[in-house]
């Protein structure tokens, strides 16, 4: 009787629905202080050249010009890094891609800024440039930070590789590529930085996370962190966007407000954004497979190359991800995996929501099929003789001790999408068809949260109100996912009351210390966990000031609908705001911090092994395509997505990331791409860089499994990033099933897949 029946596993309304829907909900660009400025920034000229000079004097004499401001201004570190320190938000010696900034200009309006940045002159010396990653890695290439070209080299060692091909009677290699893509969020980025009245510099703005952008901004102003503030306003989109690059923008608007004095609002047009701001990382990928007549995997040998652009960013992170992961949810005895991030003058790359899983994810569900090809099985066959199974050991060595549903979640789909009907019927019904119909899967297993990639902890404060309502902080950011309501509802369910009692507060650096970032699906697991215990604290606070009056022993009471109650007992019950007078009347502190750590974890770097991460989620997704092979056209007609999180706290929460993250695959698979050419961005608006509407996404079936894991909150895991690196290669294997073609490279473009469904038919009309 600790839970409220309408929280855990219920879908009550959004707490922050209402202020969305009315307009209500304060984003970024609608903060508006007394005496504000409007920065714009100069960008860089090349991709890749000397800083010379540059030349001011015209833009701060513009009338209207508060300040203008570069490298030769900064107080602090001129660069900063969540693992390299290599990220200059004003570029000083040299600029490394055009997204750079060489200064930033203060004015009175965004025209006059705009005005002023055209009068700033900067002289260069051109220097060669890189911008393909594996040439970046030769020897002779141009430098483009010091040191060499090389950001990491990731690896995983399992068995005896070379033993393995001996044993295989087919050995498959192929190469698959993944493109640069913009997450294009609604809202672009956007900061307001201002001194408060005791000299604490203040930012609010656009932030995924405030703690490391915090600490970004108070190195590169040479401030403490006491004196650095970062507040989130309403956040229009980030899927991993606004980290990095928020960083960069609160430096140079934080600079700009110290030296004037004033509010300074800094915000990225469109074009600004898709020149300046990260992408997700274009990987090239080779594989190279041993497997018996039977199906069975004997070796993989995978080299990986990602484009981490100017900056390392995440590129550490992310591409450690994707090694280990890099086989699949598949048992494979002999392993050998190298990842390399690599430098070039390209804009560079950081987070993306699947971080590092969507792109070995297309390479290696792409294979499964090609390779069940070869052997003439039926690819859900091939998968299921290959799946991992509970106990079974990873390609890091680790042993999984917990549900391994990646089976459950292979069926699930299969079943729902009819998938043995439709492969057999299509083909045939095809040979009549104008528009050829390909249905395709893919499965994948996920490491929960930040895994070893670092310490995973983080903190929760509940504070009962003397009127029996409920303050709850975190650390953790609102960015559209519903952590706030989940997070209400996991409180509201320990203290027995309705959500509608429990007041999220919104994110500030100054209201709970460094509980990390909001990343890798980690706030229910992480930050549930956190909420539950902190509420778990107050709960108990108010039992013990309740249990002289019920006349039981505190361990003996609950809470539940409202009051506070003896559990063999409910009758026996006083009313929760009684219960808060109780404690209030006690002294007692109705104020509860917890802080949840993650379960161990461990990695060896030089061997490649390691448990990597204390649990992991499993997935499929299906999906059933219509293509044009005139014209190259894919309809994505239905997509079956079936995905273990483990307890479904929300369940149309569960449902609603699912659709956003299969919507966001389609455009991965089938339309995005920011078009790079010597470092310079073709795709400068929304009218070229195509995203899917609601006329491209199709039907899509979130089918939601549930084995709960012993290290989340009500056996809760993940559900974010897992819905978003599936879909492309199901309906690439879905076109091959239609057409005969197989792409390899993304995005499956009209291009692609007409002109190789053409190639296809020629070849068999010349046999």
């Known amino acids: 009787m600790t839970q409220c029946p309408e929280t855990i596993g219920r879908s009550p309304l959004r707490v922050d629905g209402r202020e969305k829907v009315t307009g209500t909900a304060r984003y970024g660009q609608d903060l508006k202080f007394p005496g504000m400025l409007h920065a714009r920034v100069k960008h860089a000229e090349y991709p890749h050249a000397e800083i010379l000079k540059i030349d001011t004097s015209r833009a701060e004499k513009l009338k209207g010009v508060a300040a203008v401001v570069t490298a030769a201004d900064i107080p602090g570190k001129p660069a900063f890094g969540a693992v390299i320190v290599d990220n200059h938000p004003l570029a000083g010696g040299k600029v490394r891609y055009l997204g750079d900034a060489v200064a930033v200009v203060a004015a009175e309006t965004g025209e006059i800024a705009e005005k002023a940045v ?31 070209n090389r950001i990491n080299h990731h690896k995983t060692r399992r068995g005896d590789v070379a033993a393995g091909f001996r044993e295989a009677d087919l050995v498959v290699e192929r190469s698959y590529t993944t493109q640069r893509v913009d997450h294009t969020y609604i809202e672009t980025e956007v900061v307001v930085a201002y001194l408060e009245p005791d000299g604490t510099l203040a930012i609010e703005g656009s932030h995924q996370n405030i703690f490391s952008i915090r600490a970004s901004a108070a190195s590169f102003l040479g401030l403490p962190l006491s004196r650095v503030r970062i507040v989130q306003s309403a956040l229009g989109g980030s899927f991993g966007g606004k980290d990095d690059c928020m960083s960069v923008l609160s430096c140079r608007a934080g600079l700009l407000a110290l030296k004037t004095g004033r509010p300074v609002m800094l915000s990225n047009s469109r074009e600004d954004s898709l020149v300046e701001s990260y992408k997700r990382h274009p990987y090239f990928l080779d594989y190279k497979v041993g497997v018996k007549r039977d199906g069975t995997l004997t070796a993989m040998e995978i080299r990986v190359v990602a484009d981490g652009g100017a900056y390392a960013s995440m590129t550490p992170f992310v591409t450690w991800r994707s090694v280990v992961h890099a086989t699949g949810p598949y048992r494979v005895p002999n392993v050998k995996t190298d990842i390399y991030g690599a430098y070039t003058n390209n804009t560079y790359t950081g987070a993306f929501r699947g971080f590092g899983s969507p792109q070995i994810t297309f390479a290696y569900e792409s ?52 998938w043995a009907e439709k492969r057999k019927r299509f083909p045939e019904e095809n040979r009549g068809r104008e528009l050829k119909r390909g249905i395709g899967l893919a499965c994948s297993y996920r490491g929960v949260a930040l895994g070893a990639e670092g310490v995973d902890a983080t903190g929760a404060i509940v504070r009962v109100q003397a009127d029996g309502s409920v303050d709850l902080t975190t650390g953790l950011v609102e960015m559209g996912q519903g952590l706030k309501t989940v997070f209400s509802q996991i409180a509201a369910s320990e203290l027995g009351l309705p959500i509608g009692r429990i007041q999220y ?126 014209t190259g056209k894919i309809n994505v007609l239905e997509v079956w997505a079936a995905h273990d999180v483990g307890r479904a706290i929300n369940p149309e929460a569960v449902r609603g990331q699912i659709c956003g993250g299969v919507a966001t695959a389609i455009g991965y698979g089938t339309l995005e791409e920011v078009e790079l050419v010597d470092g310079v961005t073709k795709t400068m608006n ?24 012993r290290c989340g909150p009500y056996g809760a895991k993940c559900i974010a990033e897992p819905t978003a690196e599936l879909c492309a290669p199901a309906i690439a294997n879905a076109v091959f099933h239609a057409t005969g073609k197989r792409v390899r490279d993304l995005p499956l473009n009209l291009e692609r897949v007409v002109l190789g469904y053409k190639l296809v038919k020629k070849k068999r009309r010349a046999r």
């Open 686 to 709: 929304l009218d070229e860089y195509l995203i899917p509407t609601a006329m491209d996404v199709g039907k899509i079936h979130a089918i939601i499994l549930e084995n709960e894991d």
């Open 367 to 418: 294979l499964m099929d090609e390779i069940a090809g070869e052997l003439q099985m039926e690819p859900l066959e091939f998968r299921r003789k290959n799946i991992l199974r509970d106990g079974d050991v990873t390609a890091t060595g680790q042993n999984l001790d917990h549900t391994v549903s990646v089976g459950q979640a292979l069926e699930a789909a299969a079943a729902a999408a009819g």
């Open 505 to 630: 507060r919104r994110t500030d650096t100054s209201s709970i210390i460094d509980g990390g970032p909001t990343v890798a699906s980690r706030s229910t697991i992480m930050g549930g966990a956190a909420v539950r215990k902190a509420a778990i604290a107050a709960r108990e606070k108010l039992c013990s000031a309740a249990a002289e009056k019920l006349g039981a022993a505190p361990e003996e009471l609950a809470a539940s609908g409202g009051k506070i109650l003896v559990r063999d007992d409910p009758e026996r019950a006083i009313d929760f705001t009684e219960a808060v007078a109780l404690a209030l009347a006690a002294g007692l502190s109705l104020e509860s911090f917890a802080w949840h750590v993650s379960p161990p974890i461990w990695w060896d770097e030089e061997a490649g092994r390691g448990n990597a991460y204390f649990t992991y989620v499993y997935a499929c997704q299906a999906a059933e395509v219509e293509v044009d092979p005139e």
């Open 118 to 148: 055209s009068l700033i002159k900067v002289s260069y010396r051109e220097l060669p440039a890189v911008f393909d990653p594996r040439e970046a890695l030769e020897p002779g290439a141009p430098e483009i930070h010091e040191g060499g």
